[in-house]
């Protein structure tokens, strides 16, 4: 996913061709044409050339996360569309995905093979390999959260230490994989060759239809590109769309809320405004950056948006609500001006029967007008290779040639299906788009490792309407550094 990565003639050709498709057959309540699924190909000049071996029809073996509705993955799989070309040909990234794959396996002489399983599954199952020498896979696919284990543990590959695994390549999207290398060892790879986790930065959803409701002049768009779009604007936004007429907990029909949400967005301006707590010294090994000093300025800004004026509302606390599809009902039935969460509701909350024609899609807001725009990652799907598995240097190659030719058919049809959910309707959502998606990060080293245990604390800042969360994170902090010291300790223990 992977976050508008591809070369500048690859992304005008592409917001080009989707923005036509849209324009000319997105389809509305009023009953259009559905937009046309073809899958556009780039020319292949756009690309540098790739070596090119025969691998005499060996088998290239791929685990991959089971499709689970509870987790997300609700959409397809990604690696592994299946060998009927008929019975993908109504799915827009099926199609992308086994065009890609048949060209890498007609060009390489080899056999793509993906196995699915459970999340929880897949690190016991390489960690049970690791033990008895061998692996069964090429290649692991799972949740950073679940890699980053498996990495200091000495189970996984130095992507660096692949004569084919090339960053510098304009089909490889280095930047995710980048943030989370640590002593220099780069253990997770992605390109183009999946996009799931182009689907989890976390965004803000801005509805248009509410805003004009309550004369709000401001243009959400002209906010973000005037570096506007800060913490201070969206508390001052979401105050004027809060109007509780009852005065009583629940929902009828005259409330009408800021914005809801769960705590996750919390967490995400936590890590916007420092740019997460660990940084990498000059060997590449993780030190602690956030001081209780720092963590106070942050959560003032955090709890005043949390818990002044009703600006953000937790929808479990307040009313119960249990499901996602709940809170984007108030969305779309004009009980909420912004609803922070993750891209991927985009292609849920569009598609429900009383889904809004249109809606600004925003970045997390500015810490304030000097930050950068930083869109954090809830969640991410990448693809490790097992220390254990056999002819890593071909895996090496396969990677860079899927990744490749991903460029030319997954993220086209990622755009695509994208725009098509979003019934954009103007070039200024394609731009936006590009913006956060050009701007992910992801979740701390300590946020995967849980070191202290001060990250489940947001939880409660919603709960439980604290203000103390400081405190908490001083009687921790010595606690993080010990886990952080024992990873630094394990990481030196990896034979380079």
Avoid at 47 to 59: A, Q, Y
């Amino acid at each position: 996913m992977k976050k508008v990565r591809t070369l500048s003639a690859v992304l005008a050709l592409l917001m080009l061709l989707s923005m036509t498709a849209i324009f000319s057959s997105c389809k509305k309540k009023g009953g259009e044409e559905p937009v046309d699924t073809t899958v556009t190909q780039q020319p292949e000049a756009t690309l540098s050339p790739l070596e090119v071996k025969d691998f005499g029809n060996r088998e290239f073996k791929m685990l991959w996360p089971e499709t689970l509705t509870s987790e997300g993955h609700f959409l397809h799989n990604e690696l592994d569309a299946g060998n009927d070309r008929a019975a993908v040909e109504g799915n827009i990234i099926d199609k992308a995905v086994f065009t890609r794959n048949s060209i890498v396996e007609n060009t390489y002489n080899v056999s793509i093979d993906v196995t699915t399983m459970k999340y929880s599954t897949i690190p016991k199952t390489t960690r049970e390999e690791f033990a008895v020498g061998e692996s069964s896979y090429s290649v692991i696919a799972t949740v950073i959260a679940q890699m980053s284990p498996l990495a200091v543990e000495g189970i996984l590959t130095d992507f660096n230490s692949l004569q084919y695994y090339d960053e510098q390549q304009e089909w490889w999207n280095h930047k995710v994989m980048q943030s989370l290398s640590v002593a220099n060892k780069r253990y997770y790879g992605s390109g183009d060759i999946i996009y799931s986790d182009d689907l989890y930065p976390y965004v803000v959803y801005a509805n248009t239809a509410l805003a004009q409701q309550l004369n709000i002049t401001e243009n959400f768009y002209e906010l973000v590109k005037d570096k506007e779009w800060t913490l201070e604007k969206f508390h001052e936004l979401a105050a004027l769309a809060y109007a509780d007429n009852d005065g009583v907990d629940g929902i009828s029909a005259g409330d009408r809320f800021g914005a809801v949400d769960g705590t996750s967005f919390a967490r995400a301006l936590y890590y916007s405004a420092g740019k997460g707590v660990i940084s990498l010294d000059a060997e590449g090994y993780p030190t602690w950056q956030m001081t209780v000093e720092h963590a106070d300025s942050v959560l003032t800004k955090i709890i005043r948006a949390l818990h002044t004026d009703n600006v953000l509302v937790d929808a479990e606390t307040k009313f119960g609500m249990k499901t996602a599809m709940e809170i984007m009902n108030l969305f779309n039935t004009n009980k909420m001006l912004f609803m922070p969460g993750d891209l991927k509701a985009a292609q849920a909350f569009t598609t429900m029967d009383n889904a809004l024609e249109d809606f600004a899609l925003l970045p997390i807001p500015l810490w304030n007008e000097d930050s950068e725009y930083i869109c954090v990652m809830n969640d991410a799907v990448v693809l490790s290779i097992p220390v254990k598995a056999e002819d890593r240097e071909d895996i090496g190659l396969l990677l860079s040639a899927m990744s490749r030719e991903s460029v030319k058919t997954l993220t086209p049809a990622f755009f695509e299906t994208v725009l098509t959910y979003r019934y954009m309707t103007n070039p200024e959502s394609v731009e936006l788009l590009q913006l956060i998606l050009n701007s992910v990060m992801p979740r701390d080293v300590a946020d995967i490792q849980g070191w202290g245990g001060f990250m489940s604390q947001f939880s409660k800042l919603a709960i439980d309407g604290k203000t103390d969360f400081s405190s908490y994170y001083d009687g921790n902090i010595g606690t993080a550094r010990a886990k952080m010291d024992e990873y630094i300790g394990q990481l030196e223990k990896i034979d380079t």
